[in-house]
């Protein structure tokens, strides 16, 4: 049984982490889902950009919401590969996730992580690939 | 120049981020770095286990500050790649990267995350790969 | 100076390991590079699918052409990351590769690998991401 | 039923690709494998050096026979990631891989691809890892 936004919703405030960086989902299903966060001053590096930190967490939840929408029950990320474009600087961060292929063990999602300018364009600052296992009978 | 590990210590109270989470610095020199957290309630996901991202910014962070302990100036993580092995359940997250390979536009390190138990026995939870460039005089 | 689907065609021609496993260019241009070769019984492994092996030669190597349409000279591969999704089953491999995002000192690009079928319908086998390194005055 | 080097040796040589390559296992046991070729001509690219897709298919194919060695049965290479690290030259190729973690559904190798010299010296060529797949009872 897969859930539907509302019910991923509450799976991302369950995650006291998300909640610290202040993490929201505006989309959920479909093979898909996108989260944003505010880039707030404590997401930062040294040099007034975001962490690297914060768009690697960003791609590996997204990537993991992105394969939730495909299987019924939870999942575990396995693991992932972020390429860092360009450094992200403004005012909110926007991840985008979706199913490229959905096995029955794994699932395999990409991720491009944007800064969204006043007028809502993108600017593209990393692209990830990931790999999402589901849970298996004898276990993991 | 290469800086020491006050340096590098300056460094990472220098990234807001870094202090969110509550990183320290515990080694830095000679090809590889040694960072560690304390894994607060705030650091985990819905299951009570470490949130990747967590695991993924250390993976991130160390491997960078690995790669800064041999090249002569400041550096930027163009991209890794994490595998989760294990949840990280404990009380400290510890993540050590070393450099595999300096060359002169390109810095490749590789990096080990463990939770540490009462007496100080290390559990594998997650390993890491990673690519930090240099900044080149044509920029990039 | 970047060269045109002729000029790629050479450069193809002139690695012999290419030529041994047959590949050829569809095309090279704007961004992307398409390369297939045939599915012969030399490129399997023991179950009789194609070797994990040949799908990686044709993202590493479809990756690098991609991004020598957008460079003006010679590219060398840093690094790539493939997810293998099915089994490669068929008569022809297609890899298509497009440029994500073009720095001055790394290009990074994604992969698509399929089989195509007898009327052309291309069933998704791997994906790749990957990162290309421009050849700078230091070297590196 | 886990397979000794002898049997190993086996399905390498029902691999046409691994035969095509001239591909050798040198040691397969105990959370580890050594693969071996000679780095003849049509391994080349265009430039004179083993091409990377030759790298790639030793790491995919080492890192899936170190996984082997601890699985009970026939396991499939999920996906991995590769850094190359300098031109490889030389007369043979070595890629070693080892387990780092060998969970029930999934296997954590990383591997090193080295030139051999004419004394025996290694220089390290690439560095992968990757994750390998035990077949399921619900497949996948």
Redesign the interface.
């Known amino acids: 049984m897969t859930i539907d936004l509302e019910g991923a919703r509450k799976?991302l405030e369950?995650?006291?982490?998300?909640?610290?960086?202040g993490a929201r989902l505006l989309a959920f299903g479909d093979g898909a889902a996108t989260l944003e966060l505010d880039i707030q001053?404590?997401?930062?590096?040294?040099n007034g950009i975001v962490?690297?930190?914060?768009l690697?967490?960003?791609?590996?939840?997204t990537l993991?919401f992105a394969a939730g929408t495909v299987t019924g029950g939870s999942v575990?990320?396995?693991?992932?590969?972020?390429?860092?474009?360009?450094p992200a600087i403004g005012t909110t961060l926007r991840a985008h996730a979706h199913v490229?292929?959905a096995?029955?063990?794994?699932v395999?999602c990409?991720c491009e992580i944007s800064t969204v300018g006043g007028e809502g364009a993108e600017t593209?600052c990393a692209?990830?690939?990931g790999?999402i296992?589901l849970p298996?009978?004898?276990?993991?």
């Not at 990320?77 to 360009?86: C, E, N, V």
């Not at 298996?136 to 993991?140: I, L, R, S």
Request: hydrophobic share 40%; aromatic share 8%; glycine share 10%.
């Open positions: 799976v369950a995650q006291p982490f998300s909640v610290l960086l001053d404590e997401l930062l590096q040294q962490h690297g930190g914060v690697a967490y960003a791609a590996d939840n993991t575990v990320t396995a693991g992932f590969t972020i390429d860092y474009l360009r490229v292929r096995g029955r063990t794994r395999i990409r593209l692209v990830a690939q790999s296992a298996q009978p004898n276990g993991g």
